[in-house]
């Protein structure tokens, strides 16, 4: 059994409550002990005020909190803040507590829902079958209680499994049927996932259809309906490769590979999705029907799934009985390194699928199958500084830079600290010798301080009260781990927020890329968002003789975005904490910018119409705009000429975000009407062919656009076909 030191900490006079801790390394609580546990703390008819209910209320709180938070940041924003080995860890110690304090756990109102991606922008659907998680092990006895189980059910000893590397992607559903791929989901919350099908068509090896025949000429059945799951992920080629491509662009890195896939499966272009390179591995099936033709083996599922041309996984290993499994997976852990996607751990499943049944499912996971996860590897190094960065929406960011140490064969001298809890909780020190780990083998973080070779002297990092950039007051009163600075005019601040004023994400402003931002504010033309609708083209053209179409392709789209919807234009003004989805409920209950500018906390708590505004959003707001200059800000914007567009909800419109460009005379629309009715769709039009460019509208005699758009294999359409559009 592993026990945490730190448990400790909490121990009591109750010595039950001690036992629990103790006994809460993760997978390792025997299930003997937990219900003794469970029996001695029954409550009384009327239970008097005991400390460990306390402590265990307290932490059981606590725990569904804080799991519902990195829930959050794992599922929806794809940036883990701790490893999974440390989120297990969390699970688990609640787990027991739930397991020991039933009348407790079921008192608390705080419910821990499993993790769900769900964000909001995209329709979602049904799982025929549910899609589950897996039971996790790290470590040797309890592989051994699972196989206990397992060889319990079939009688035998000598039951066969398959180890196969778990790839850290995200979790995809297709459904296929009559052979034909008919949905994409994610897992969502379990039961009903986002449905991402248009991104996933975009995925080269994801088949449309099934195949009926063999390499070999042989022919096999195609289920009536099949649900198959499997993996999406960024191999670490493709990670690299469009890390760099960003990097050029003056584009933020991708963390890890995993927020890449998470990132790229959920956009809302499926054009850029089709850029970002994305692969996937299929290992299992829900729904399966008709269940006569489901094979005997997981192997001969392999073997059928890529026979209908599903890419799965090529070798599989297989073990029988518990100590070759047990060899196996040693030499599987050491072969990990070896795959070129991200792993994060081994998976054990049982072959025979009948055994697979009987066994069947807890309401969270099979009882056939297991993730064998690993311990990260550590180092040991010497914290040189905490330096902090300023973000676009003022986020101050601590980064520490350490003494470069190696670990799994790469360097490393810097790593999030991600808020200011993270350091208070660390307790660091400048000069403190701090164990480094890798999360998923890819990102750096701080685990630990060993505090026994700490200098008497030293004294804890104390964050800074002013802003690096600009000096500003820091809110350091703030509850808030992150903490900001507040100043709309921070000089660090504003390259940033200009490039998120100006991406595709918020206002789409074409040609206003990180370079030609930078010329703007070092020729200290824009010092401000607003300075951009004041540009013309004599100002810009002066200080470096920029090509005078370009110029005036970026007044075009400058001007064009004064019409922007309202939710862009929220969320293109970068309040912290609303991004995309909040903008757009924002945008849909409060209707004008000046509203929102104006708006306090006695209308809010007064009108019902705000009831969709969550608590996060609320406060968002009322800080944001308690800074008077953020409130001229909006002035500022709408002085400029910023009219922002009640339009249509985005998720409605069917042609939303593509790209259009019109060629020729039309039968009954004149050009700038054809334009009108395209954009009252969602789409964007353009004067000429690019790579962006999605269709083509045709009219009578048309110009050179035409032949481009046949090389460039654009889909051409007439003006019929926007017409039907608008009455659908
Ligand atoms: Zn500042």
New binding site residues.
């Given amino acids: 059994m592993v026990c945490y030191p730190f448990r400790i900490a909490y121990a009591c006079s109750s010595c039950a409550y001690l036992l629990v801790l103790l006994c809460s390394a993760f997978a390792d609580i025997p299930p003997s002990l937990a219900p003794q546990v469970a029996r001695e703390l029954k409550p009384t008819e009327t239970p008097a005020p005991n400390p460990s209910n306390v402590f265990a209320r307290e932490r059981i709180a606590f725990l569904r909190t804080e799991i519902a938070r990195h829930d959050d940041l794992y599922f929806k924003q794809a940036n883990p803040e701790i490893s999974d080995f440390e989120y297990d860890r969390l699970k688990q110690e609640l787990r027991n507590l739930e397991y020991s304090f039933p009348n407790i756990a079921k008192s608390l109102t705080t419910l821990l829902e499993i993790g769900d991606d769900r964000d909001g922008l995209f329709q979602t659907d049904r799982h025929e079958t549910p899609m589950l998680s897996l039971r996790k092990a790290y470590s040797h006895s309890a592989l051994q209680r699972f196989h206990k189980q397992v060889s319990h059910a079939s009688n035998e000893e000598a039951v066969l499994y398959l180890i196969e590397p778990k790839i850290d992607g995200i979790a995809i559903s297709l459904t296929y049927e009559q052979g034909n791929l008919v949905r994409a989901l994610t897992r969502g919350n379990g039961l009903e996932g986002d449905d991402i099908t248009a991104n996933i068509m975009t995925i080269p090896s994801i088949p449309k259809k099934l195949t009926d025949t063999t390499e070999d000429g042989q022919k096999t059945t195609i289920p009536d309906r099949i649900e198959i799951r499997g993996e999406i992920f960024s191999n670490f080629s493709d990670f690299e490769a469009i890390n760099r491509q960003r990097e050029s662009r003056g584009e933020s890195r991708f963390t890890h590979p995993r927020s890449l896939a998470a990132g790229s499966a959920k956009l809302s272009d499926s054009n850029q999705t089709a850029q970002r390179k994305l692969s996937v591995l299929f290992f299992g099936y829900g729904d399966f029907l008709p269940s006569s033709i489901v094979p005997k083996t997981q192997r001969e599922f392999y073997q059928l799934a890529h026979s209908w041309g599903l890419p799965v996984l090529q070798t599989v290993r297989t073990a029988k009985g518990i100590d070759r499994l047990s060899t196996a997976i040693n030499d599987e852990k050491s072969n990990l390194s070896e795959h070129p996607y991200p792993t994060d751990g081994l998976v054990v499943k049982v072959d025979l699928i009948a055994l697979q049944a009987k066994l069947g499912y807890t309401n969270q996971a099979p009882r056939w199958a297991l993730a064998y996860k690993f311990a990260p590897k550590q180092a040991e190094t010497r914290l040189l500084s905490i330096n902090i960065q300023?973000g676009r929406t003022?986020l101050l960011t601590p980064l520490a830079e350490f003494a470069p140490v190696s670990i799994s064969g790469s360097k490393i001298s810097r790593a999030t600290l991600h808020n200011r809890r993270s350091i208070s909780k660390l307790d660091l020190h400048i000069g403190d010798t701090i164990i480094i780990e890798k999360a998923g083998e890819i990102i750096p973080r701080i685990v630990s301080v060993d505090t026994s070779k700490r200098h008497a002297d030293s004294t804890p990092y104390a964050f800074p009260d002013r802003?690096p950039?600009?000096s500003?007051a820091i809110n350091l009163l703030s509850n808030e781990a992150n903490l900001y600075?507040y100043?709309a005019k921070?000089p660090?601040?504003l390259q940033r927020r200009i490039e998120h004023f100006a991406s595709s994400q918020c206002m789409n402003i074409d040609g206003l890329g990180p370079a030609t931002i930078q010329l703007l504010i070092a020729s200290k033309v824009v010092k401000d968002l607003p300075d951009l609708y004041k540009l013309e083209s004599s100002k810009l053209l002066s200080p470096e003789k920029t090509n005078l179409v370009s110029t005036n392709k970026l007044l075009n789209s400058i001007k064009r975005s004064k019409h922007a919807d309202l939710w862009r234009v929220i969320c293109g003004i970068g309040i912290p904490g609303i991004g995309k989805a909040r903008a757009k409920i924002l945008a849909e209950t409060i209707g004008s910018l000046e509203s929102l500018s104006e708006i306090s906390k006695v209308d809010f708590d007064g009108a019902s119409e705000y009831n969709s505004i969550d608590a996060v959003t609320r406060r968002a707001i009322l800080d944001y705009f308690s800074v008077p200059d953020n409130r001229t800000l909006v002035k500022q914007l709408i002085l400029a000429g910023i009219q922002p567009s009640l339009s249509s909800k985005p998720s409605k419109s069917i042609l939303s975000d593509k790209h259009f460009v019109l060629t020729g005379k039309l039968p009954t629309l004149s050009r700038q009407k054809a334009t009108q009715v395209i954009e009252s769709l969602g789409g964007i039009v353009r004067d000429t062919i690019t790579e962006k460019t999605d269709y083509l509208l045709l009219g009578t005699n048309p110009g050179s656009k035409l032949k481009e758009a046949q090389e460039r294999n654009i889909t051409i359409i007439d003006e019929a076909f926007i017409l039907r559009l608008t009455r659908e």
């Fill in positions: 300023v003022g802003c950039s600009c500003s600075c100043n921070c660090a601040q």
